[in-house]
C-alpha cells in the first residue's frame, strides 16, 4: 500500500504561482511513477504531468508544459508540482497518483490516489 497526502492548494490570481506537494508513504518509490492529474468541475479527470521515480524521467501534458514542473525529493518522498503562469481554465482539484508499471495518462493506470487539493486561479 501507498498513502499519498497533497497539499498546497488555494485561491491564487492569474499569472500566479502554487506549489503543491505530495508526501508518499508506505512503500519504497524507486520502482514507482508518480503522477499528478487535475479534475474540473464537470469534467473527467485529467493527466497533468507523471515522474519516474527511478531517474527523474518526467512527462507533462501539452497544455501545460513550460508552465508546469514535476519533481521529486527522494530523501523526504515527496513529489512536487510547480504551477507558474497560472491560467482560470487551471482551476481544479489537483491529486497525486502512484502506479508501479509504466509511464501513463489514464486515471485506470494508477493504483493510488491521494484525497486531492483544490487549485482556484481567479482572472
Known amino acids: 500500500q501507498v498513502q499519498l497526502v497533497e497539499s498546497g492548494g488555494g485561491l491564487v490570481q492569474a499569472g500566479g504561482s502554487l506549489r503543491l506537494s505530495c508526501a508518499a508513504s508506505g512503500r519504497t518509490l524507486s520502482s514507482y511513477y508518480m503522477g499528478w492529474f487535475r479534475q474540473a468541475p464537470g469534467k473527467e479527470r485529467e493527466i497533468v504531468a507523471t515522474?519516474?521515480?527511478?531517474?527523474?524521467?518526467?512527462y507533462a501534458t501539452d497544455s501545460v508544459k513550460g508552465r508546469f514542473t514535476i519533481s521529486k525529493d527522494n530523501a523526504k518522498n515527496m513529489v512536487y508540482l510547480q504551477m507558474n503562469s497560472l491560467k482560470p481554465e487551471d482551476t481544479a482539484v489537483y491529486y497525486c497518483a502512484a502506479q508501479r508499471l509504466r509511464f501513463g495518462a489514464s486515471v485506470y493506470d494508477y493504483d493510488y490516489w491521494g484525497q486531492g487539493t483544490q487549485v482556484i486561479v481567479s482572472s
Open positions: 515522474i519516474r521515480w527511478s531517474d527523474g524521467t518526467t
